[in-house]
């Protein structure tokens, strides 16, 4: 019995995961060559003349926020594009109509998400090792943090794509909402270079939190706590879930 309650989730994650993995030259190449040319290009300008964390070379800082950047931007693109895909086409229906619970449905997105910014995540660090002489300090930081990280904007993708009835929409929430918080969340300097006031708008941004946390993993050194970090990242994640699960049980814009 438990295995046929686990067909359902099981067939639906393997098609997520399959719907990016046949086109993996478009979902996973592409953005490893954005970041690619994102730290070739910041390393060549800046490296010889900004060090972090006193002693920590640009290009080294500059390779984990890239990294994360990418796995967090993609987990975000897989769930939401899926979904709105489906609702435009109509497919969306062969989804509903199984006896698939709602945290089946949720599980299998967020999970297939997560899956797509690991891999692109992996990618992004394998074609940055050639680049940089990068330490690991403590790879179960970076491990949770990349977890938790690709389940929120999973999260956060679903709820995108349930939300938005349209392409259009959908571009809105990642060009004015998604897009600006990755940017301004660290990627690309330590806030500690920034003023006292823009250092605590920072700390409104839960991104940073991912970015630092997951940046602590490879360097020993973070500008916040790692645990305050993954108390931030781990309240974020629990009341997305809680929020996506809400919408997926009402059958909020899924279901008329």
Known sequence: MVHDALTGFRTLLYKEVLRFWKVGFQTVGAPVLNALLYLLIFSHVLDRHVTVYGEVAYTAFLVPGLVMMSLLQNAFANSSSSLIQSKIT??????????L????????????????????????????????????????????????????????????????????????????????????SGVFYSIRSLPDFWQKVSHIN????????????????????????????????????????????RGYKLRA
């Open 90 to 99: 109509g497919n969306i229906i062969f989804v509903l109509l199984p006896p």
């Open 101 to 184: 619970s709602y945290r089946e449905f949720y599980a299998a997105y967020v999970i297939a998400s997560v899956l797509r910014g690991l891999f692109v995540g992996m990618g992004v660090l394998l074609v940055s090792l050639p680049f940089v002489d990068l330490p690991i300090a403590a790879p179960g930081w970076i491990f949770a943090f990349g977890l938790m990280g690709g389940a929120i904007l999973g999260s956060l993708g679903v709820i995108a794509g349930i939300w938005a009835d349209k392409f259009d929409q959908l571009a809105g929430f990642q060009n004015f909402l998604i897009m600006p918080l990755t940017m301004l």
């Open 206 to 249: 839960p991104f940073f939190f991912m970015i630092d946390g997951f940046r602590y993993g490879f360097f020993g050194q973070s500008d916040v706590s790692p645990w305050l970090s993954l108390a931030v990242v781990g309240i974020c994640f629990v009341f997305l879930a809680v929020l996506t699960l809400a919408m997926l049980a």
